[in-house]
């Protein structure tokens, strides 16, 4: 290893450019970001690309206008579906 480097033409961040895609800091719960951990573990995945998809399944849900499938709504599809039959 030489003792001195010329980095007077180095550019700063990552190595390989991402295309689409920003690099952010972001806050989250410990008790989401192990899920994720535990959850991409188990896949062979990795947890940032869940995370990411994760969100991108949620805004093309909002955009869709699509309500979420809540305990509440499963019940009354349930019960309507129950009394048809």
Partial sequence: ?????????GKRGAVVPSPGKTRITIMLDNEVLEYFRRH????GT?????INAA???AVERAKSGEE???VAKLREVLRQELHAA
Wanted: charged share 35%.
């Fill in 55 to 57: 969100l991108k399944d």
């Fill in 68 to 70: 979420p499938l809540t």
């Fill in 46 to 50: 990795g947890y940032q690309t869940m």
């Fill in 40 to 43: 991409a573990d188990s896949l």
């Fill in 1 to 9: 290893m030489r003792k001195e480097y010329d980095f007077s033409r």
